[in-house]
C-alpha cells in the first residue's frame, strides 16, 4: 500500500538553536550543544571554522577557540520548540511531534484546504517567521522517512516517486530514523551503518533492492525497519491496530499543577499505570497523545510519534518536557491562564509487544540501562570524559594490547581486529588477574642461578623457581611455553639499510618471551600472608623483556 502523503517541518540545528536562545547568544556566535563530550549540535558560524557533530570537545575547542558549550538539555528544547508547534498547529490540525526540530502532518487535508502542498508550505514557512521567528525547512514525500530527507533538502517529492527520491541518497541518511533521545538505538543505527559500507552497499537504494528475507536473516530484525523505509515504505504497516477506549489513564491534580518541578512525580505515576494495562494486553505504546485542562477550561493536546514503542521512562520524560512547554514554553496568549487540573494519557497508536525488545530481567526495557547512562554522563560531566571507562577486547599478542579501554559514549572500538591469526599469542585460558604494571620477578634453575633467554628464543634452563616482587621463592610444580614474540623487527632492518636516524622509527621494535607456570602452595601461611598479593596465586604468566622477568599475569 501507498504510504500516506507526509508534511515534515524541520528546524535545522534546533538544539544549538534553543541553546543559543536561552543563553540569549546573537545568530552570529559560534556555539555547540555537548553530550557525552561530543558534539550534538552546531551552528553554521561553528561549522564554517570546522565542527563537526560527533566530535570531541577538545577538538571542537580547538579548531574554533572562540566556541560558545552549551551542555544538552532535552527539556530545554521541547519548552522553546513548542511556540513553534503552536504556531503550525494554528494552520493545520493532526500535528505530530517527532523530535525537538521536527514535527510532521499529513498533507492530503490541508493541500485540499491551501490548494496545493506547494502553497501549505508556503504558508507554513510565512507562519513561523511572522510568530516565532525560526528557520525552517519544508518537505513533502510518501512516508514519515522520506519526507524527513525532503525536508532536509528542501524538496517536494511527487506522489508515488519516494523510492526513486531516496535511492540515491547515501546510506549513512538512516540516522534520521533514530530517536535522538536514544543514545543506544543510535549506537545500533551507527553500527548498521558500518556493517552495510563494509559490505559494499552505499545507497538507500542498493539496501531497498536486497530481499526482505535476506535482510531479516544476515541482519536481524531491527534491520528490516531501515530496509522498509529506504524502499520508499512506511517505519510500520499502515494498518494499525486500534487502542482499547479504556486505556487512556487520567489524573486530577489538586491541588493544580503549576510548577514543572511537580510532574516529574506525577508523569511517572501515568506512565507506569499506561504501561501497565498496555502490558496486560500485550501492546506497546508507538503515538502518545498527552492532553491536559486547566482550572478555568482550557483545553491542551499534543501527540508524540516516536520511531520505536515507548518505554515507561521515555513516556514519563515526554509528559514531563511537554508540560514544561505548555507552562514555560508560551507567550501571550497561547500560555494557559492556570494550573493543569486534569491530565491524561492517550496510546493514539499500538503495536504488539513482540515490537519492544524485553530486558531478560526486567520488564522495563532499557530502563536499567537508560538511567546507568544518564548516571555515567552526569558522572563525566563533574569529572571529565576520562573518569567513566568500558573496556573493549580485541586483538593482539600481548595482554595490554588486547584490552582497550575507551571513555563511555565513545565508539567501542578495539585498537587492534580481533579477527587475525596472531602469532605468538598465548593459549587460553587468559589470565584473570592483569595488574596495571607488571610485578617483578625472579626465575631460578635447580642450582638457584637465573634462568634468561637466548638469542634464540629459548630458556637457558629449566624454571623451578619463582619469585615475586622480592618475596620468597615457590618452587615450580609444572610450566608451559615458551612462546616468543617479536614485533616490528624489520624497523631496524630498514632503518639501518635506507640509512635512517632512529626517529624516523615511530614504534619501536619489541622482543619477549612469555611463560606460564603453575607454583606449589606456600608451606607456610604467615609467610604469604606477608608477601605481594601474587604471592598467593597458584599460577602465573611471565614474560622475559628488556632482560628481566615480569608477572604480566595471574591466574585464580
Not at 502518545?288 to 515507548?310: D, N
Amino acid at each position: 500500500m501507498m504510504p500516506p502523503r507526509r508534511l515534515v517541518i524541520w528546524c535545522p540545528d534546533w538544539p544549538v538553536v534553543a541553546a543559543a536562545r536561552a543563553a540569549e547568544l546573537g545568530p552570529l556566535v559560534p556555539a555547540a550543544v555537548f553530550a557525552a563530550n561530543r558534539v550534538v549540535a552546531c551552528s553554521e558560524t561553528a561549522r564554517g571554522s570546522g565542527v563537526r557533530r560527533g566530535m570531541r570537545r577538545r577538538e571542537a575547542q580547538g579548531r574554533c577557540p572562540e566556541l560558545v558549550v552549551c551542555e544538552h538539555d532535552p527539556a530545554r528544547d521541547v519548552r522553546l520548540f513548542e511556540p513553534v508547534v503552536a504556531a503550525v498547529e494554528e494552520l493545520m490540525p493532526g500535528v505530530e511531534v517527532v523530535r525537538p526540530g521536527l514535527v510532521a502532518v499529513p498533507a492530503r487535508g490541508p493541500a485540499r484546504y491551501f490548494g496545493s502542498e506547494e502553497a501549505v508550505a508556503e504558508r507554513v514557512v510565512d507562519q513561523l517567521d511572522a510568530q516565532v521567528g525560526v528557520e525552517c525547512r519544508i518537505g513533502v514525500a510518501d512516508g514519515l522517512f522520506a519526507a524527513v530527507l525532503a525536508a532536509r533538502r528542501s524538496e517536494h517529492v511527487a506522489p508515488g516517486r519516494s523510492r526513486e527520491f531516496l535511492a540515491p541518497l547515501p546510506i549513512e541518511e538512516i540516522d534520521q530514523l533514530t530517536d535522538q533521545l536514544n543514545g543506544q538505538r543510535a549506537a545500533d543505527q551507527a553500527e548498521l551503518v558500518d556493517l552495510l559500507r563494509r559490505l559494499g552497499i552505499r545507497a538507500l537504494g542498493e539496501f531497498a533492492a536486497l530481499s526482505s528475507s535476506d535482510v531479516s536473516t544476515r541482519f536481524g530484525r531491527a534491520a528490516l525497519l531501515v530496509h522498509r523505509v529506504a524502499g520508499g515504505g512506511e517505519e510500520r504497516p499502515v494498518e494499525r491496530r486500534r487502542p482499547p477506549s479504556d486505556l487512556v489513564v487520567e489524573e486530577e491534580l489538586d491541588p493544580p499543577l503549576d510548577r514543572v518541578d511537580q510532574a516529574a512525580f506525577v508523569a511517572k505515576i501515568l506512565a507506569d499505570q499506561l504501561h501497565a494495562r498496555l502490558g496486560e494486553l500485550g501492546l506497546a505504546c508507538t503515538r502518545l497523545g498527552i492532553s491536559a485542562r486547566t482550572e478555568h477550561g482550557e483545553e491542551l493536546h499534543r501527540a508524540w510519534r516516536c520511531a520505536e514503542p515507548l518505554t515507561p521512562a521515555a513516556t514519563a520524560d515526554r509528559v514531563r518536557w511537554q508540560l514544561d512547554g505548555w507552562l514555560n514554553g508560551r507567550s501571550g496568549r497561547q500560555r494557559p491562564t492556570a494550573g493543569v487540573s486534569v491530565l491524561s494519557l492517550r496510546p493514539e497508536e499500538v503495536v504488539g509487544a513482540g515490537g519492544l525488545q524485553l530486558d531478560l530481567l526486567n520488564a522495563a526495557t532499557g530502563e536499567a540501562d537508560a538511567r546507568a547512562g544518564r548516571a555515567f554522563a552526569r558522572v563525566q560531566g563533574m569529572l571529565g570524559p576520562e573518569a567513566v571507562l568500558t573496556g573493549v577486547l580485541g586483538g593482539g599478542r600481548d595482554l595490554r594490547d588486547q584490552v582497550r579501554f575507551v571513555p563511555w559514549g565513545d565508539e567501542r572500538r578495539p585498537a587492534l581486529p580481533a579477527d587475525r591469526p596472531w602469532p605468538g599469542r598465548i593459549p587460553s585460558p587468559s589470565p584473570s588477574v592483569v595488574p596495571d604494571s607488571p610485578w617483578p620477578a625472579e626465575v631460578f634453575d635447580g642450582d638457584g642461578c637465573p634462568v634468561g633467554v637466548t638469542g634464540r628464543h629459548r630458556l637457558t634452563a629449566e624454571p623451578c623457581r619463582v619469585g615475586v616482587s622480592g618475596g620468597r621463592s615457590r618452587v615450580v610444580s609444572s610450566w608451559a611455553g615458551p612462546w616468543p614474540v617479536a614485533e616490528r623487527w624489520w624497523a631496524e632492518l630498514l632503518a639501518d639499510g635506507a640509512g635512517q636516524t632512529a626517529p624516523t622509527v615511530q614504534v619501536p621494535p619489541r622482543s619477549s618471551v612469555r611463560v606460564q607456570v603453575v607454583l606449589e602452595p606456600e608451606a607456610d601461611p604467615a609467610a604469604a600472608a606477608g608477601a605481594d598479593d601474587a604471592a598467593g596465586e597458584v599460577a602465573l604468566l611471565l614474560v622475559h623483556e628488556g632482560g628481566r622477568w615480569w608477572v604480566q599475569g595471574a591466574y585464580r
